[in-house]
């Protein structure tokens, strides 16, 4: 076995390890109640063999990082498998320092998910090892990835930290105008991560059922001089096409639930490289994570953050918002170093330039300018608490879109990281 293979292990271990920990997690908060001893010794004892477990699961991340690094002579952020699987490592790293600054292991509640998720969405990727583009070929590579994602991975425990203190003080009882208008962006951002969540089981599922489709599509090119040349280019499909890309013919479609035929042509202006794959895969992740989030509706019968909302009851909201905005805290001048200044010397060696207004950096741009202002607004305004969380949940939301929805979606110097 190869160091490539072995690391494949390695970050198999650290995922189901992440699982066992937030499992325990789970029995140590919401085992306060049935628990016959003291709730404070079973959380004590429980978050301890939690933590032992996040810890063990972390190292095992560690070996797959430090062995894929060395058995493929590159350091494994060069694409997007690599960056999410280092990202997910990076949220571990951050988690573990506010925990040993803080010591509330209901942060792991909500931390380890995140990593899982994200762990897990990395695997969708093709987990082979590609050869580096001219462009990476740089000590800068190294050195501008790892500080930008340090950095989002503080914004991660942030967001974690932030959506509890949400969880924690809105009032799901409230009848007012104000109190369900808070409840429901709560709710949505729970659904939102369902859909995350029905995106990997829909992959996974149509995966291991071997689904295929098969388009052939049609693109014309119109040169400066006015001749247009037309290209055919083959589109794969994983998942049942309920779009098939725009002025495509059918090559063949696995039939799913009797439907063997794609139920519409995506729009003309979404013409882009493998765009009707794309709005298939986000039609497919909103389909499944709806019918996830509705199966737990009728199992709870509540929304789900009245269903969360009692496991917090014991937890100061006070401490939610502090470990919040020192994530951030710790968070924005890692970020700042690795996203903007780091990033500017390596596009200055790569391209010739410091900026170019590239779909990434300009996100990355955004990212920094809304953490700034999170920052003002919190040390010069005074806003703390609702307004505070609400902001950090914000700021997530950006960081996620840049870092999957510009390598993904928008064409860019930086799509290489979505191959």
Not at 39 to 59: M, N, Q, T, Y
Not at 141 to 150: E, G
Not at 220 to 233: P, Q, R, S, W, Y
Request: aromatic share 16%; with cysteine; glycine share 8%.
């Amino acid at each position: 076995m190869n160091l490539v293979d072995f690391s494949s292990d390695a970050f198999i271990a650290a995922f189901f390890l992440y699982c066992i920990a937030f499992m325990l997690y789970v029995i140590s908060i919401a085992g306060r109640k049935w628990s016959n001893r003291d709730p404070v010794e079973h959380e004590r004892k429980w978050s301890r063999i939690a933590f032992f477990f996040s810890s063990a699961g972390l190292a095992a991340h560690i070996v797959f990082f430090i062995t894929r690094w060395i058995g493929s002579g590159q350091i494994p952020t060069s694409n997007m498998y690599e960056f999410l699987t280092f990202l997910g490592m990076a949220i571990m790293l951050a988690y573990t320092v506010i925990f040993f600054l803080y010591r509330k292991p209901l942060l792991g509640m909500f931390a380890l998910p995140l990593t899982i998720i994200i762990v897990a969405y990395a695997s969708v990727f093709p987990q082979e090892v590609q050869p580096l583009i001219p462009a990476l070929k740089s000590i800068w590579l190294k050195i501008h990835v790892t500080f930008a994602a340090l950095g989002e991975a503080f914004f991660a425990v942030g967001f974690a930290a932030g959506l509890m203190y949400l969880l924690r003080v809105i009032d799901f009882k409230d009848k007012s105008k104000s109190g369900r208008r808070a409840q429901f962006w709560v709710e949505f951002c729970l659904y939102s991560i369902m859909v995350v969540v029905g995106f990997i089981v829909a992959v996974f599922v149509f995966r291991g059922m071997g689904y295929e489709a098969q388009f052939t599509q049609e693109k014309v090119n119109i040169d400066a001089k006015g001749i247009a040349t037309t290209l055919t280019e083959t589109v794969h499909y994983t998942l049942p096409p309920i779009v098939q890309p725009y002025n495509s013919t059918v090559d063949h479609v696995g039939a799913f639930l009797n439907v063997n035929e794609p139920l519409f042509e995506a729009p003309s202006w979404m013409n882009g490289v493998n765009a009707g794959r794309k709005l298939n895969t986000v039609l497919w992740s909103i389909i499944t994570g709806s019918l996830l989030y509705g199966l737990l509706r009728l199992l709870f019968r509540k929304p789900l953050g009245a269903v969360i909302h009692p496991a917090l009851e014991g937890i100061d909201p006070d401490d939610l918002d502090e470990i919040s905005y020192r994530a951030i805290a710790i968070g924005f001048p890692i970020f700042t170093l690795g996203a903007l200044i780091f990033a500017m010397i390596w596009a200055e060696i790569a391209w010739g330039r410091f900026w170019g207004w590239d779909p990434k950096e300009v996100w990355a741009l955004i990212t920094w300018l809304f953490y700034s202002a999170y920052l003002h607004f919190r040390l010069s305004r005074g806003w703390q608490g609702l307004r505070s969380s609400w902001l950090a949940v914000i700021g997530f939301v950006i960081v996620l879109f840049t870092l999957v929805g510009v390598n993904l979606i928008i064409a860019g110097l930086h799509s290489y990281s979505g191959v």
